[in-house]
């Protein structure tokens, strides 16, 4: 979310909820009063409107994996034709079948599209039909890859990157990444090497599933093999990867690599390092990164700034964290609900509550709406600095703009709301946690089981008299 434009800053609310005065006791004379904004206005894209008719599901016209059957629903289909099919269509029969048949079993149909319409001039895309097909046979051996491959050559189609690219990543989808290593080896001997798209891929999905350093291995394997040298992409690959895992020592060295191979890491790189010592805490780390990268002539964004400013309002430092917001608006940069809501978030923690709704309310002055994230934190903020009444009041708007609770808002709620004895109106979040389903059934209920046993347990410690406040029922 950016700056809402002057033309439309006038149809932004920023009109309140009144608040009565005994809600926050003993405010300071610093802080104003503290309103929340109106239920916004819900609007219905064009394509959702009730004149919008729903699209008709895609039916497969094939219902039996039987060849013979397969073979007359073909020919019904041309019968009842009355232009020539084109390409596209025999491609997307063949592909419809093939998603039920066996690979020797859409060959057969193949042959017949051919046999009894002439005008079916297969290419290859339609043998890439058959290869995606063969790829997801499941067969460990690749035999049934390299029987659609020399269908293909037999029929004066060689397989060329495309190919090989539709094979790798038909191959990933089912699961044999290793299978797919081993093709692009014996693709390269056909003189079907794969192309850096091809390459990069493969790359990730071995980093989704494999060892950092199994990684590196098929990375020197390309290279001293193929020739295949990694490139700007695979390095953010890498780095994202390592960076994922929490191995950022791993992340600056890929840095340095990639400034040994002649490449310049770009923004995307640093926002994925400074991401990574952001989530472990590492608030000085973070910054030193934003310095390097300003160092290093890079330009940085508005998720440098928003990843800066969630880093330190997450490690407390929240000043440092405001500083940043002045710099991001110096550079042209409009702070958005990401922005706003980082640093709420840190200023809660800080138990700084109430200038986090301040800030709410500076942030609609700016014309940036609030989103769900941003009302979750405000009210587990509030509860958890015993500001229930008002935490009440954010938590009806939440429920009039039918928006989800998260997991921490509602278990802060609903223990706020049974320390004070209310047990009836935490039922009734309960019940709207799972209405809404904002938390799934097991949790909600293990939230609100737990809290009444606690509460139980209190009111068991109280003496007789304090009792009647602890009550327990719905």
């Known amino acids: 979310m950016g700056k809402i434009p002057p033309s439309l800053r006038s149809s932004v609310s920023t009109s309140i909820i009144k608040k009565p005065q005994s809600l926050i006791p003993n405010e300071s004379p610093s802080h104003k009063p503290h309103h929340f904004p109106k239920k916004p206005a819900r609007k219905i894209p064009p394509q959702l409107s009730e004149k919008t008719q729903e699209p008709t599901a895609f039916r497969n016209p094939f219902s039996s994996p039987n060849i013979s059957d397969a073979k007359k629903v073909f020919t019904s289909i041309v019968a009842a034709t009355k232009s020539p099919l084109d390409l596209r269509v025999h491609n997307a029969l063949l592909q419809s079948y093939a998603a039920i048949s066996t690979v020797n079993d859409s060959i057969s149909l193949f042959n017949h599209m051919i046999k009894t319409h002439p005008a079916f001039s297969p290419d290859r895309s339609t043998y890439h039909v058959l290869l995606s097909q063969s790829c997801k046979a499941g067969d460990e051996t690749l035999g049934s890859v390299h029987q659609v491959l020399n269908f293909m050559l037999t029929n004066g189609f060689s397989p060329d990157k495309v190919t090989t690219d539709i094979a790798v990543r038909s191959l990933c989808s089912a699961g044999n990444v290793d299978l797919a290593v081993e093709l692009v080896k014996q693709m390269a001997m056909k003189n079907a090497a794969p192309d850096s798209y091809t390459y990069n891929f493969l790359v990730k999905c071995l980093c989704k599933s494999r060892s950092v350093s199994s990684v590196y291995e098929f990375i020197e394997s390309m290279k001293s093999s193929l020739n295949l040298k990694p490139d700007l992409v695979t390095y953010t690959i890498l780095i994202d990867n390592v960076t994922n895992r929490e191995n950022l020592r791993e992340a600056t060295k890929l840095v340095e690599m990639l400034?040994?191979?002649?490449?310049?890491?770009?923004?995307?790189?640093?926002?994925?390092?400074?991401?990574?010592?952001?989530?472990?805490?590492?608030?000085?780390?973070?910054?030193?990164?934003?310095?390097?990268?300003?160092?290093?002539?890079?330009?940085?964004?508005?998720?440098?700034?928003?990843?800066?400013?969630?880093?330190?309002?997450?490690?407390?430092?929240?000043?440092?964290?405001?500083?940043?917001?002045?710099?991001?608006?110096?550079?042209?940069?409009?702070?958005?609900?990401?922005?706003?809501?980082?640093?709420?978030?840190?200023?809660?923690?800080?138990?700084?509550?109430?200038?986090?709704?301040?800030?709410?309310?500076?942030?609609?002055?700016?014309?940036?709406?609030?989103?769900?994230?941003?009302?979750?934190?405000?009210?587990?903020?509030?509860?958890?600095?015993?500001?229930?009444?008002?935490?009440?009041?954010?938590?009806?708007?939440?429920?009039?703009?039918?928006?989800?609770?998260?997991?921490?808002?509602?278990?802060?709620?609903?223990?706020?709301?049974?320390?004070?004895?209310?047990?009836?109106?935490?039922?009734?979040?309960?019940?709207?946690?799972?209405?809404?389903?904002?938390?799934?059934?097991?949790?909600?209920?293990?939230?609100?089981?737990?809290?009444?046993k606690w509460l139980k347990k209190a009111r068991e410690q109280v003496v007789p008299g304090e009792a009647t406040r602890l009550h327990v029922g719905r």
């Open 259 to 452: 400034a040994e191979e002649g490449f310049k890491p770009d923004c995307y790189i640093y926002n994925t390092i400074m991401k990574g010592f952001c989530k472990l805490n590492l608030g000085k780390e973070a910054v030193d990164v934003f310095k390097k990268m300003k160092e290093e002539g890079v330009e940085p964004d508005l998720v440098t700034y928003n990843t800066l400013i969630f880093g330190l309002s997450k490690c407390g430092r929240i000043m440092e964290a405001k500083k940043y917001l002045g710099v991001m608006v110096e550079m042209g940069h409009f702070p958005d609900a990401v922005t706003y809501t980082s640093l709420m978030n840190g200023m809660c923690r800080k138990g700084d509550v109430l200038g986090a709704m301040e800030l709410l309310e500076e942030m609609q002055a700016q014309g940036c709406q609030p989103n769900v994230c941003t009302y979750n934190t405000l009210l587990h903020g509030l509860c958890k600095s015993k500001l229930l009444e008002k935490g009440l009041e954010l938590y009806g708007l939440m429920k009039e703009c039918t928006m989800k609770l998260d997991t921490a808002s509602y278990a802060t709620l609903v223990r706020a709301l049974c320390r004070e004895g209310r047990v009836a109106d935490a039922y009734e979040v309960f019940d709207y946690a799972v209405e809404s389903k904002s938390v799934t059934d097991v949790a909600a209920y293990t939230t609100l089981e737990g809290t009444l």
